[in-house]
């Protein structure tokens, strides 16, 4: 057992697929010889060589093409495209390209590669390198979106990914970087769609994903001491495929509903789930159902206003508190 | 532009086999027309009547196991990797005897049991792909050789220029090929590009040689495809060949194509690359009985395929929830 980093989780889970597997690739601008600029792939160059780990040019399209035609005909590439926001640029990929060719070929042709993006907010970087977007991967069909918290469900879940036959777009948030936690030795291998209850609790059901698990752990803490409060916490790592079964059985225990989101509201992935939850557990609910987001505004860059909102701690304590005592 | 080599270089069972692919394409194209006018093409196509010797000399220079990367505009390469009329029209016809049994249409023909990669209705990332394909071979120490056809309006957008630096500093086994017909849309190239030739001028910026090749004539076709088929599998990288061609219809089919000063097509019909192929086999001894049979077999071929796709039966419609991901389904949830 290791304390890892999450950025170190990242790189850990790629060469353990790289090991395995000599069609497993990397690709994408300053992931080579600097290691990325978010150090995820350091010592990937190293270990492995030009060959398989691959500077290229600032050219999102070109990586992510070159990409998806290695991905037809047999290797398994890992792009990464830095900021997420940086998605925007090569979006055709994403929305047209990935995702459809399965199905238009009448499954002739599969793209089984991983887009590795640094994803979210907290970081102070402005609104064009902060923003959340897994609501934007979450709604295309065809697309397998995954964004994990803990660098032992990095690992786990970027193998998993990797040995996907689908595109998975894997959302690595830039703010958890630097946390750590604790990564047993040897080979790990997670499931894709698969939600974690991190906390069990009687009163309410949190759900939150990547950046905004921690925060949700830590104001469940502060519900439970000050408050009474007792919130079971889901972290659920993968949008796409969704585990709503792990969410419908926990909202049949609890009968409360909150989510946490980064993204903006309009379209986020929890109104997806209240959506299901109306649909299918409506009389399972004891109250509203509760999303707490960012605000439907581009991210500001100040610290202050930056903090003012996202959702934090206190928002999602005080939000739990007032909704279950009216 | 350069000039075809002299004709002896061509064997004599290629260039039938050059001739009869035309014909082929030429058939198959105008009954795709005219399957539109009866209204059993649906939806919208793209046609390269005119443009045959492009798809024809290239896929003759191929050797099995080559990649294909079309646009929409990709009937005719389809057709000439070997794909049967009857999977092209079934297609266009969305009847489940159709090469994707309907799910992608007229603009995303694939046939990878062919070769060819897919037909791709956003123009630029096919550039970009068929780069990937390339790697994949380069990476495995493969031969084979991936080809992206594009149309001069191609060569305007971000991913072109993305793909060619890209192909040029991995010195990708990739061959470009930009069928120019001088109209993007409905709007002249020249009229919005900065260069007389929109692919072949930039190429030096890219570090490659400069190619421009009467795109109606199947042997200057054929003898550039082979050069270029060479120096990607001796490992000499990328190349860009710009074909001079024609579009003798609109740009689809909702297109009467008006826009074309009077005199253009006619001037262009009497360089229809079948003409000029025909008159170039009988230049060279190939005894017209021989020229007919080809063409009446190309039109039994073609009339046949239309009569067992008028018989198919549209697709199930419970294909319209299969394969969106690789367990065969569409679930994203449990």
Not at chain 1, 194 to 214: E, F, Q
Request: proline content about 5%; aromatic content about 8%.
């Amino acid at each position: 057992m290791a304390e890892l980093t999450y950025r170190d989780a990242v790189a850990r889970g790629i060469a353990q697929e790289m090991e395995r597997d000599p069609d497993v690739v990397c690709i994408g601008e300053d992931i080579a010889k600097a290691g990325g600029v978010f150090k995820a792939t350091w010592g990937l160059f190293d270990k492995f060589g030009a060959k398989r780990v691959c500077d290229t040019p600032i050219a999102e399209q070109a990586i992510l093409g070159a990409a998806m035609g290695a991905a037809m005909t047999g290797l398994k590439p890992v792009a990464e495209i830095m900021f997420a926001d940086f998605a925007a640029v090569c979006w055709d990929f994403f929305a047209n390209e990935f995702p459809k060719t399965r199905y238009m070929t009448n499954g002739q042709v599969g793209v089984p590669l991983v887009v590795r993006l640094g994803n979210g907010g907290a970081a102070r970087f402005g609104a064009q390198h902060s923003q959340s977007v897994e609501n934007w991967c979450m709604m295309i069909p065809g697309l397998k979106v995954v964004a994990p918290s803990s660098p032992v469900d990095v690992v786990g879940l970027m193998a998993a990914a990797i040995r996907d036959p689908d595109p998975v777009i894997f959302l690595e948030h830039k703010s958890l970087y630097a946390t750590k936690g604790p990564v047993p030795d040897g080979e790990i291998v997670d499931t894709l769609g698969t939600a974690k209850i991190l906390r069990t609790g009687r009163d309410a059901t949190i759900l939150a994903l990547a950046l905004m698990v921690p925060r949700a752990l830590a104001a469940a803490e502060e519900l439970k001491s000050k408050h009474g409060i007792d919130c079971e916490v889901i972290d659920l790592r993968s949008l796409v495929p969704l585990d709503t079964r792990t969410i419908l059985a926990s909202l049949g225990r609890t009968h409360r509903l909150f989510t946490v989101e980064e993204n903006p509201r309009l379209c986020g992935w929890g109104a997806e789930i209240v959506s299901i939850v109306a649909d299918e557990a409506f009389f399972d609910l004891d109250g509203p159902p509760v999303r707490i987001t960012t605000p439907h505004i581009p991210l500001p860059a100040a610290d202050n206003l930056e903090d003012v909102v996202l959702p934090s701690v206190s928002r999602i304590v005080e939000t739990v508190r007032r909704s279950l005592a009216s | 532009m350069k000039s075809a080599a002299p004709p002896a270089d061509i064997p004599a069972d290629t260039r039938l086999h050059l001739y009869h692919l035309q014909v082929l394409i030429r058939e198959a194209e105008q009954r795709a027309y005219d399957l539109f006018l009866e209204n059993l093409v649906k939806g919208t196509s793209h046609l390269s009547l005119g443009q045959e010797a492009i798809a024809a000399g290239f896929a003759a220079a191929m050797q099995p196991g080559d990649l294909s990367f079309c646009t929409y505009r990709g009937h005719a390469h389809t057709l000439a990797r070997g794909v049967s009329v009857e999977k092209v029209l079934g297609e266009l016809m969305y009847r489940d005897n159709g090469l994707m049994r309907g799910k992608g249409g007229s603009m995303h023909l694939t046939s990878v049991e062919h070769g060819v990669m897919g037909s791709y209705a956003i123009i630029g990332a096919h550039l970009c792909i068929a780069n990937g394909a390339a790697w994949r071979a380069q990476y495995r120490g493969e031969k084979d050789v991936s080809t992206c056809f594009f149309g001069d309006g191609t060569t305007n957008i971000g991913a072109f220029h993305e793909a060619l630096n890209f192909a040029a500093i991995w010195k990708l086994p990739v061959v470009f090929v930009c069928e120019n017909n001088l109209y993007m849309e409905y709007t002249l190239n020249a009229d919005v590009t900065a260069v007389e030739h929109p692919a072949a001028d930039r190429a030096a910026a890219y570090g490659l040689e400069r190619i421009v090749i009467d795109g109606n004539d199947a042997d200057a076709v054929y003898n550039a495809a082979k050069a270029a088929y060479a120096r990607a599998r001796a490992g000499e990288g990328p190349s860009m060949i710009e074909c001079l061609t024609y579009r003798h219809s609109g740009h689809s089919r909702a297109d009467p194509a008006k826009y074309r000063p009077a005199g253009e097509l006619e001037k262009w019909k009497k360089r229809d690359p079948l003409k000029i192929y025909r008159a170039r086999l009988e230049s060279l001894g190939v005894a017209a009985a021989k020229l007919t049979e080809i063409e009446q077999r190309a039109k039994a071929e073609v009339n046949a395929a239309t009569e067992a796709c008028r018989a198919a039966p549209p697709p199930p419609v419970d294909i319209a929830f299969t394969d969106v991901y690789a367990n065969g389904g569409a679930a994203w949830r449990n």
